[in-house]
């Protein structure tokens, strides 16, 4: 067997108990909260040792962040320059949108008990760096800013966090009504609103 097709196959492994970690974690999120969440507990309900999870994971925080990774996948040519102040808007609130549909795919239980000021993974001073929605959009405005496609009222950074607080806001909002808020209309209102008055139209 060649290097290439035994490195597929490590890799394919390392992949899959990846995920039975992660789905562990997910139905002790699920069923017991955040509370019960420890790496004992996560490693007897996935069936694996403790030198496995840290072969994978850092901390149980960095296993909460590789869910994003799962997220569905944004198109490329989507996130090119935008010809204006709306297609930048238009392709932002796409991101969230993208990320809204994944929430409700996850369920009410995960997201309520992941959205807790003890998980450490939503701390943006201390992310890994995943493919967050976050990171995305920051890259694709600096990227955007940098070629003079667009320009901001306001520093990057400072837009950059206000994006990340609406959008927890909503987040939150959508747990707190029980899954019953209109999470994908409040999450398109309140960004367009935001971004409207931010990305300058001249």
């Known amino acids: 067997m060649s290097d ?13 108990t990846k995920g039975r970690i992660f789905r562990a974690a997910k139905t002790i999120l699920q069923e017991k909260g955040y509370e019960a969440l420890s790496i004992k507990n996560i490693c007897e ?7 496995s999870f840290y072969h994978h994971f850092k901390t149980k925080d960095d296993l909460l962040s590789y ?25 932002i609130v796409h991101v969230y949108l993208n990320y809204v549909e994944y929430c409700k795919e996850l369920g009410l239980e995960f997201i309520s008990n992941y959205y807790t000021p003890k998980n450490q993974s939503l701390n943006p001073d201390i992310r890994t760096e995943r493919p967050y929605p976050i990171l995305t959009v920051h890259n694709y405005l600096q990227k955007s800013i ?24 909503n987040v939150f909002e959508w747990c707190l009504k029980n899954g019953k808020a209109d999470f994908e ?14 990305i300058n139209k001249d």
């Not at 290439?4 to 899959?16: A, P, Y």
């Not at 940098?146 to 806001?169: H, K, N």
Request: glycine share 8%; net charge negative.
């Open 67 to 91: 869910y994003i990774e799962e997220q569905p996948s944004i198109n490329p040519d989507l996130l090119d320059l935008p010809g204006s102040a709306e297609e930048a808007i238009t392709t």
């Open 146 to 169: 940098d070629a003079g496609a667009i320009a901001l009222r306001r520093p990057l950074e400072d837009v950059s966090t206000d994006i990340r607080m609406i959008v927890i806001g």
């Open 185 to 198: 209309q409040n999450m398109r209102r309140s960004l367009e609103c935001y971004l409207d008055g931010v």
């Open 45 to 51: 309900e996935a069936g694996v040792s403790n030198g």
């Open 4 to 16: 290439t097709q035994e490195l597929s196959k490590q890799q394919l492994k390392s992949k899959e």
